[in-house]
């Protein structure tokens, strides 16, 4: 009988997901009559969940710019394998305090997200929203 790693990912999201995120993603919907539509891709097909993000600026290299806006930003989401993000996914990330307020959101699209056997990782390259 093999270790449960899941349950390593439900205990690291339990005191690490303090932040959280919206999905965006055009989805197809079959209608009752049987015809079919894209979902709109303004609602968020995910809201609300749990993550911890995690940050990496970078200036710009270009000489002529170097110190100045804009500072490239990667945001890394880490969350339960169970919240279903996938490639091109559109996503607000919002950085929470510990009683809850945001302190600053971030929007952009992931890339491919890893899968771990406890925990689901992806990074998007995003902007601050002010």
Do not use: W
């Not at 093999?2 to 079959?30: C, K, N, P, Q």
């Not at 079919?36 to 609602?43: A, G, L, V």
């Not at 609300?48 to 200036?59: I, Q, V």
């Not at 809850?100 to 902007?127: C, F, H």
Request: overall charge negative.
């Amino acid at each position: 009988m093999g270790f449960d790693f899941g349950i390593m990912g439900d205990i690291i999201g339990e005191y690490m997901d303090t932040d959280e995120i919206d999905v965006y993603r055009s989805i197809l919907i079959t209608l009752p009559d049987g015809s079919i539509m894209e979902s709109d891709p303004n609602i968020p097909y995910i809201s609300n969940a749990a993550c911890h993000l995690s940050f990496n600026e970078t200036d710009s290299p270009n000489a002529g710019t170097v110190g100045a806006d804009p500072i490239i930003i990667s945001v890394t989401i880490n969350c339960s394998i169970d919240i279903d993000i996938d490639n091109k996914d559109r996503i607000i990330a919002r950085k929470l305090a510990a009683d809850g307020t945001v302190l600053e959101r971030y929007e952009g699209v992931i890339g491919m997200p890893a899968t771990n056997q406890s925990r689901k990782t992806a990074i998007m390259d995003a902007r601050q929203i002010v």
